[in-house]
């Protein structure tokens, strides 16, 4: 996609983190399509060096199978689903991505806010993005609430990712931290956050949704 700016924090790098808003840097080739991705210190790769982010991770996949993909890092820490609501037409002023990858609503449930307030904004985003034209490949990641919320909780807290991809025709990327929350020796001292070993399964995680995705997008796009 062609112009896409975005803010970058730290060390810029191909795939370009944006965790403020104040230092816009050309983000993307003219030439390269945007695989966008709205997270939270999840996506942004918190106390990781930027080389170790999932997100630059997926690039090397994408770079290394011949897809001319940019992969625009728009984590922002701490922020909730409502943050992301608020955010998402800034971003999309900056120019419409090929592909975007939405991960929201950790931060929520740290905060035990209302479910119906988390799927509401989930919704909102996803039936946002499935609004534009020419409309983008969405893929809303899943997540898991702490099991010191209670297994209601946390049952309806699951459900909301899948229910709002069904509800809006969008891709779904079961549970992003599989096979590395809980799992010590794969996350940073807080017990949240993904090391650069935990780092690395997620990206796995990403691509196997991912990779059939983009094929696809690239094939319908032939000059791409």
């Given at each position: 996609m062609s112009g896409f700016i975005v803010t970058a924090c730290g060390r810029a790098s191909r795939s370009t983190p944006a965790d403020a808003k104040d230092s816009g840097v050309p983000a993307a080739p003219a030439a390269a399509p945007t695989l966008l991705l709205l997270g939270t210190s999840l996506t942004a790769g918190y106390g990781l060096d930027p080389a170790d982010a999932w997100s630059t991770r997926l690039q090397e996949k994408l770079d290394s199978s011949g897809l001319a993909f940019h992969v625009i890092n728009a984590g922002v820490s701490g922020e909730t689903s409502s943050d992301a609501l608020h955010r998402i037409d800034w971003l999309l002023s900056?120019?419409?991505?090929?592909?975007?990858?939405?991960?929201?609503?950790?931060?929520?449930?740290?905060?035990?806010?209302?479910?119906?307030?988390?799927?509401?904004?989930?919704?909102a985003i996803v039936a946002r993005l499935d609004s534009l034209r020419p409309r983008p490949a969405i893929v809303v990641a899943g997540m898991e609430a702490l099991p010191n919320l209670g297994r209601a909780y946390g049952t309806g807290f699951s459900r909301i990712f899948p229910a709002a991809a069904a509800a809006h025709h969008a891709h779904y990327l079961p549970f992003l931290?599989?096979?590395?929350?809980?799992?010590?020796?794969?996350?940073?001292a807080d017990g949240i956050h993904p090391n650069r070993e935990g780092s690395l399964r997620v990206a796995d995680n990403v691509w196997r949704v991912l990779h059939p995705i983009l094929d696809s997008v690239q094939a319908a796009h032939g000059h791409l």
């Amino acid at each position: 996609m062609s112009g896409f700016i975005v803010t970058a924090c730290g060390r810029a790098s191909r795939s370009t983190p944006a965790d403020a808003k104040d230092s816009g840097v050309p983000a993307a080739p003219a030439a390269a399509p945007t695989l966008l991705l709205l997270g939270t210190s999840l996506t942004a790769g918190y106390g990781l060096d930027p080389a170790d982010a999932w997100s630059t991770r997926l690039q090397e996949k994408l770079d290394s199978s011949g897809l001319a993909f940019h992969v625009i890092n728009a984590g922002v820490s701490g922020e909730t689903s409502s943050d992301a609501l608020h955010r998402i037409d800034w971003l999309l002023s900056q120019g419409t991505p090929a592909v975007i990858v939405v991960e929201t609503g950790a931060n929520d449930a740290l905060r035990g806010q209302s479910l119906d307030s988390i799927a509401a904004n989930v919704n909102a985003i996803v039936a946002r993005l499935d609004s534009l034209r020419p409309r983008p490949a969405i893929v809303v990641a899943g997540m898991e609430a702490l099991p010191n919320l209670g297994r209601a909780y946390g049952t309806g807290f699951s459900r909301i990712f899948p229910a709002a991809a069904a509800a809006h025709h969008a891709h779904y990327l079961p549970f992003l931290l599989a096979g590395v929350a809980g799992v010590e020796s794969l996350n940073q001292a807080d017990g949240i956050h993904p090391n650069r070993e935990g780092s690395l399964r997620v990206a796995d995680n990403v691509w196997r949704v991912l990779h059939p995705i983009l094929d696809s997008v690239q094939a319908a796009h032939g000059h791409l």
